[in-house]
T-cell receptor, first 115, second 111 residues
Framework: GAVVSQHPSRVICKSGTSVKIECRSL??????MFWYRQFPKQSLMLMAT?????????EQGVEKDKFLINHASLTLSTLTVTSAHPEDSSFYIC???????????FGQGTRLTVV | GQNIDQPTEMTATEGAIVQINCTYQ??????LFWYQQHAGEAPTFLSY??LDGLEEKGRFSSFLSRSKGYSYLLLKELQMKDSASYLC????????????WGLGTSLAVNP
């Protein structure tokens, strides 16, 4: 079964609104969650690393005020896309590091379309 | 840098064998992953190599040579459902557990 549950799988929103994406760890506690964005036919681009109980670490070029990450508990990390624009339309995926560090568990992904 | 290189596209025939190569920077290497990703879906884990040699899992095998900074994914008895993107990702020591991702190899399996 799924180790990381990500919701929603698809969302359509209007420009200027905000969208929250949740990733929930179903077995091992997730002290660290990685958030990725993937444009069509491109590879995964790491956006930020969220750590339980502390501020997220953002990759260069990613606006921290636009992509808000909250990791308040060991089982839940959220990404909020604020004031969304059509160029934010993408596939967003979370990943938590496996307990044995031999696998990396992905959420199911969220297809965001901003109209 | 920590560039991961893999071919952009490959084509193969159903029932055949295909090898997808991946090269990476060797300094600080701490493990290599292969993932399969179908369009519109999240990647699914295929294999993890940290020691030299071949790891076999059914129709899929993965090989690693740490000294050469080289890995390949071998897919045997290809099926149409194997048409997907195959992502190579490398873990480096001291990189806060981040994976460095290749751009992926889009494999098309033809009848």
């Amino acid at each position: 079964g799924a180790v990381v549950s990500q919701h929603p799988s698809r969302v359509i929103c209007k420009s200027g609104t905000s969208v929250k994406i949740e990733c929930r760890s179903l077995d091992f506690q997730a002290t660290t969650m990685f958030w990725y964005r993937q444009f069509p036919k491109q590879s995964l681009m790491l956006m930020a690393t969220s750590n339980e109980g502390s501020k997220a670490t953002y990759e260069q070029g990613v606006e921290k005020d636009k992509f808000l990450i909250n990791h308040a508990s060991l089982t839940l990390s959220t990404l909020t896309v604020t004031s969304a624009h059509p160029e934010d339309s993408s596939f967003y995926i979370c990943r938590k590091r496996g307990g044995m560090d031999t696998e990396a568990f992905f959420g199911q992904g969220t297809r965001l379309t901003v109209v | 840098g920590q560039n991961i290189d893999q071919p952009t596209e490959m084509t193969a025939t159903e029932g055949a064998i295909v090898q997808i190569n991946c090269t990476y920077q060797t300094s600080g290497f701490n493990g290599l992953f292969w993932y399969q990703q179908h369009a519109g879906e999240a990647p699914t884990f295929l294999s993890y190599n940290v020691l030299d040699g071949l790891e076999e899992k059914g129709r899929f095998s993965s090989f690693l040579s740490r000294s050469k900074g080289y890995s390949y994914l071998l897919l045997k008895e290809l099926q149409m459902k194997d048409s997907a993107s195959y992502l190579c990702a490398v873990k480096y020591a001291g990189n806060n557990r981040k994976l460095i991702w290749g751009l992926g190899t889009s494999l098309a399996v033809n009848p």
